[in-house]
């Protein structure tokens, strides 16, 4: 089992929020940076948010990310059909030596 | 452009060994960490090994540990992973991402298109 948890799913209609959680604990979240991955069936990961909020040059400001504590959150505004796709959250684990992903959750746009 | 791409992968029977590479290109490689992350089919993303820019750091996940091994030639601008004792579990879709710069948080910002590796009899 994963080290960070995700809901294995979330939806909303068009042009609604959606929100995915990201629970880890003092070893990851609570004390590295989070990032957040976005893969579509049958091609790589795509850098999303990285250290908590920071967006890539390319990635539209619809996406958003947030930390409080030991959780994390990405934030998907202005819902769109092309947004479906699994969600990865990521951090070190510096007790682990070691990155860990959450083990994803499939965003369905209704 | 910058990019990273593997080679290598393929079928393996259990117990065998197999060499991945990852070719870089667009950046200056020697400033940054590179990774292995691999995808199991149907499953999520584990991430399976690090080093860092000058190779001083090495991290690997403890279902790897003992039997894979990370290394890179910043005069080549490629990173490999020596699989040995390969196991049915280790099939999987293997990707090379890069880190981004120190300072930002660890992460992995360009990936590869990755490889297949598949361990079976």
């Known amino acids: 089992q994963s080290v960070l948890t995700q809901p294995p799913s979330v939806s909303a209609a068009p042009g609604q929020q959606a929100t995915i959680s990201c629970s880890g604990s003092?070893?990851?979240?609570?004390?590295?940076?989070v990032s957040w991955y976005q893969q579509f069936p049958g091609t790589a990961p795509i850098l999303l948010i990285y250290?908590?909020?920071k967006r890539p040059l390319g990635i539209p400001d619809r996406f958003s990310g947030s930390k409080s504590g030991t959780s994390a959150t990405l934030g998907i505004t202005g819902l769109q059909t092309g947004d479906e796709a699994d969600y990865y959250c990521?951090?070190?684990?510096?007790?682990?030596?070691?990155?860990?992903f959450g083990v994803g959750t499939k965003v369905t746009v209704l | 452009e910058v990019q990273v791409v593997e080679s290598g992968g393929g079928l393996v029977k259990p117990g065998g060994s197999l060499r991945l590479s990852c070719a870089a290109s667009?950046?200056?490689?020697?400033?940054?960490?590179m990774n292995w992350v691999r995808q199991a089919p149907g499953k999520g993303l584990e991430w399976v090994s690090s080093?860092?820019?000058?190779?001083?750091?090495?991290y690997y996940a403890e279902s790897v540990m003992g039997r894979f091994t990370i290394s890179r030639d910043n005069a080549k601008n490629s990173v490999d992973l020596e699989m040995n004792s390969l196991r049915a579990d280790d099939t999987a879709v293997y990707y090379c991402?890069?880190?981004?710069?120190?300072?930002?948080?660890?992460?992995?910002?360009?990936w590869g298109q990755g490889t297949m590796v598949t361990v079976s009899s």
């Open positions: 991402a890069k880190a981004p710069p120190p300072g930002g948080g660890y992460a992995f910002d360009i």
């Open positions: 080093v860092s820019a000058s190779s001083f750091f090495i």
């Open positions: 003092s070893s990851n979240i609570g004390k590295n940076s």
């Open positions: 990521g951090a070190w684990d510096s007790s682990l030596n070691a990155y860990v």
């Open positions: 667009g950046f200056t490689f020697s400033d940054y960490s």
């Open positions: 250290d908590i909020n």
